[in-house]
């Protein structure tokens, strides 16, 4: 099968069929270009503007979803998409090469906070990182109604699975997006508003969700690796969304915790910033209950080696769902996350 590279005007999302794409962005750098792998199958019920897309390696240290999507393109068979499928296993190229979170070997940026005013489109925010989130919005943001942004933990933190979506003020499509997330099968699924729109903290799930799209973003894992459960989530998840739009033909039926019904519903609620540098012990597991009060960690300082550590308390009852992987944690750093279950 021969990847074609084009640039990202020649992309064809309306004809049927599959095409394999690397989608050429100028490098600022070497004579070349940044080649994100993009494929596109369009089956004969597709309609204008709906489809559904999945990304991966939107962090480039994050390998759940890149599996589970590199599985997905030579599982899924073209005479079975009826509608538009939009797969991307590495979206940050340039961060992924390099085995990071940022586009360290480029311009440095974290590609989920670039989805800002004029990403990609003014001088000043020119870089790779930046002109990636213009082709998103440009090229692929118009042709699907479903996001699914695959992340997990990378070097930062370690999570319970989850699946999120955010709260709107429309019950329908709040109904929808969560039913979305169970599917997946993990242990959590995270309910929470949005932050507003034209904020600088700029998400890609963020600004698919400020379009009115059925978006999903996932924590599938933690410590660069590709965690077991977390790419079966992650396939499942992807899968369940693309037959229930009606976009590929087949039966799925549920897997994890939401077919035995352990998942919890949760709001992400108290989180507890490292007030010092030092190094994180958890005394529990993320996905395990803590009650109102209970220290679930110890925060050490080995260089005030014979005081007490800070103790990091659960500012209510509720699910432990993140906690910082690396021991050694950053001054303001989130080290602790705990939810409160609401179904
Ligand atoms: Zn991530």
């Known amino acids: 099968m021969a990847r074609e590279i084009v640039s990202p005007e020649q992309i064809d999302m309306e004809s049927p069929g599959r095409r394999d794409y690397w989608v050429a962005l100028g490098h600022t750098s070497i004579w070349g270009s940044h080649l994100i792998p993009l494929t596109v199958m369009v089956g004969p019920q597709a309609k204008p503007g ?30 079975d998409v009826l509608g538009r499928l939009v797969l991307v296993p590495v979206l940050n190229v340039a961060a992924f090469r390099v085995s990071a979170r940022e586009s360290t070997g480029d311009d440095g940026f974290n590609l989920n906070r670039v989805f800002v005013e004029g990403a990609g489109t003014t001088p000043a925010m020119a870089g790779i990182t930046h002109r990636i989130a213009a082709f998103v919005r440009q090229s692929i943001w118009p042709h699907v109604h479903i996001a699914i942004d695959l992340h997990s933990g990378g070097e930062v933190a370690r999570f319970a699975h989850w699946a999120g979506f955010f709260t709107c003020a429309d019950p329908e499509l709040n109904q929808r997006r969560e039913q979305m997330a169970r599917w997946f099968g993990t242990r959590i699924v995270t309910a929470g508003p949005n932050s507003p729109p034209g904020g600088i903290l700029g998400g890609l799930h963020g600004d698919a969700d400020h379009l009115g799209k059925y978006a999903i973003g996932t924590e599938l894992g933690y410590g660069s690796s590709a965690d077991v459960r977390g790419v079966r989530y992650a396939r499942q998840g992807v899968l369940a969304a693309a037959i229930h739009h009606g976009l590929l033909k087949g039966k799925i039926e549920p897997i994890g915790h939401y077919a035995d019904g352990t998942q919890s519903l949760v709001r992400v609620s108290a989180s ?43 500012a209510m009852a509720g699910i432990v769902v993140a906690q910082a992987w690396r021991a050694r944690v950053e001054q303001g750093q989130l080290i602790m996350m705990v939810a409160e279950e609401i179904g």
Request: aromatic share 10%; glycine share 10%; hydrophobic share 35%.
């Open 272 to 314: 507890v910033a490292a007030p010092y540098p030092g190094h994180y012990e958890p005394l529990v597991e993320c996905g395990e209950k803590a009650a109102k009060g209970q220290t679930v960690a110890l925060l050490h300082d080995f260089y005030r080696l014979d005081e007490d550590p800070f103790e990091v308390v659960a």
């Open 50 to 79: 709906e489809g559904l897309v999945a990304f991966g390696g939107n962090h480039g240290n994050e390998y759940e979803g890149p599996v589970a999507i590199k599985h997905l393109l030579r599982e899924i068979r073209t005479e």
